[in-house]
């Protein structure tokens, strides 16, 4: 059964970074697409970023380009979301999600993080 768990949320000052991890267990994810969205208080859940577990190549949301970076570490099975000049905009719950390469829908989900940026 495939695990996802996040962690590194927390409260920053907007112009700060913080880092998210997603810790996947449960299967080899050389297959998988990992991904990063966030949902608002009374907002739709909305993409961020993803990354192809086997090249490492990355895709971002506008909105977050050039501020977020989403990397991947084999030997941990790890993936983060390194958010840096954050806005009061970005506060929201980060999940983190994962799908088989080629495939549309995301299969599995973690069960968020909360990250709070003050003005």
């Known amino acids: 059964q495939v695990q996802l768990v996040e962690s590194g949320g927390g409260l920053v000052q907007a112009g700060g970074s913080l880092r998210l991890s997603c810790a996947a267990s449960g299967r080899t994810f050389n297959s998988y697409t990992m991904g990063w969205f966030r949902q608002a208080l009374g907002k739709e859940r909305e993409y961020v970023a993803h990354?192809?577990?086997?090249?490492?190549?990355?895709y971002y949301a506008d909105s977050v380009k050039g501020r977020f970076t989403i990397s991947r570490d084999n030997a941990k099975n790890t993936v983060y979301l390194q958010m840096n000049s954050l806005k009061p905009e970005d506060t929201a719950v980060y999940y983190c999600?994962?799908?088989?390469?080629?495939?549309?829908?995301?299969?599995?989900w973690g069960q968020g993080t909360q990250v709070t940026v003050s003005s």
């Open positions: 990354i192809r577990w086997s090249s490492g190549r990355t």
């Open positions: 999600a994962a799908r088989l390469l080629g495939t549309i829908d995301w299969d599995y």
